[in-house]
Structures are given as structure tokens and as C-alpha cells.
């Protein structure tokens, strides 16, 4: 081999070894963009109802829905039907029994998953209704959640006998 090809050969090597380095670093320091829809955008609600009541309390219930890659938190909710709502849990108490309660932190619906809120489980709860629910009419919600986006949705007012657990500090959930 001579001088010259052998020159070449090398030359070769070092601008393709040079050409891989460099590839590596681009990628390393351009990594691909990652877009997080808001949750108001991935979240929706199935079957959603109201409980009719003439005053005091009710409850909002359906089946939220997440189609993201990531877990998002329902922190709040808001509705002109009531002065006052709250996420609620229902668990057991020290002595066993079913009582209703804030749920810290709010409700986390899993990613590419759903969270049931239903009677004697998971619902909104509504305190201080601004007006009678009767059945037949609608309630319109809005959810808000960790990252402030918002879902807004309505519910049908239905009749239903049942769910009537006591809250943590021993009253009944009258209406409710």
C-alpha cells in the first residue's frame, strides 16, 4: 500500500468515526419535544347524574375517564346548583361504619384509566343547594384540576332512594 492510500484510508476512518461523534451529540442535545395534553383536554365523564333533592345536600356521580399517558387529580369542582361542593370519599370508620368524607388531595384518575364516583362510593358532593334538583331538569359542573385546566360537563337530575351514609363526624348525609 503507498503513502497516499494509505493517507486516504485514515482520512476515511477519522472524518467517519468524527461524522458517528457528532450524529451522538446532536441527538443528545436536541432531545425529541414532550406535550402533556391539559387534563381539562384528556378527561371526560360517562353516565354522569345528579340525585334529585328539595334542599340541604345531593350528589353528583358517572364515570371519569382519562385517556392520557399520565394520572391526573380532580382538585375541585364548582356548579351554580350549590354554594358549596366537595370531593368525597366514603370509607370505614374505627368502629366500621360507612361514613362520607373530604378526600385529601383530591381524586386521581389513572392514566388510561377511569375513577367510578358512585353511591356509597367516590361522588361530588353537593352542600347548600342553591334550588331545589328535581328530576328531569339538568346541573352543569366544572372541574378543575392540579395543572388549572378545566372539564366542564352536565348532568341529568335523577330520583334514587339510596346512598344515605353518615359523614366522619356522626351526622347523616340528609338529601344526600
Known amino acids: 500500500m503507498n503513502t497516499t ?14 461524522l458517528i461523534a457528532l450524529t ?27 340525585k334529585s333533592a328539595e334542599d340541604g345536600m345531593s350528589a353528583t356521580f358517572g364515570t371519569l375517564t382519562n385517556s392520557s399517558g399520565d394520572d391526573v387529580t380532580v382538585v375541585s369542582v364548582a356548579s351554580e ?19 362520607m368524607r373530604e378526600i385529601k388531595g383530591g381524586f386521581v384518575i389513572p392514566a388510561r384509566g377511569e375513577l367510578a364516583l358512585e353511591p356509597g362510593g367516590n361522588h361530588i358532593m ?20 392540579s395543572d388549572h385546566s378545566t372539564y366542564r360537563f352536565t348532568a341529568p337530575v335523577k330520583d ?17
Open 5 to 18: 492510500t494509505t493517507r486516504l484510508a485514515r482520512l476515511t476512518a477519522f472524518a467517519a468515526v468524527a
Open 24 to 50: 451522538g451529540c446532536s441527538a443528545q442535545t436536541a432531545p425529541a419535544a414532550v406535550t402533556t395534553a391539559p387534563a381539562g383536554e384528556v378527561v371526560t365523564i360517562e353516565n354522569a347524574w345528579v
Open 81 to 99: 346548583a350549590s354554594n358549596m361542593l366537595q370531593l368525597h370519599e366514603t370509607v370505614a370508620n374505627e368502629s366500621g361504619d360507612m361514613v
Open 126 to 145: 353537593l352542600m347548600d343547594l342553591t334550588a331545589p334538583l328535581k328530576a328531569g331538569s339538568e346541573a352543569t359542573f366544572t372541574l378543575t384540576f
Open 160 to 176: 334514587y332512594s339510596g346512598a344515605n351514609e353518615n359523614y366522619d363526624d356522626g351526622h347523616k348525609g340528609a338529601g344526600h
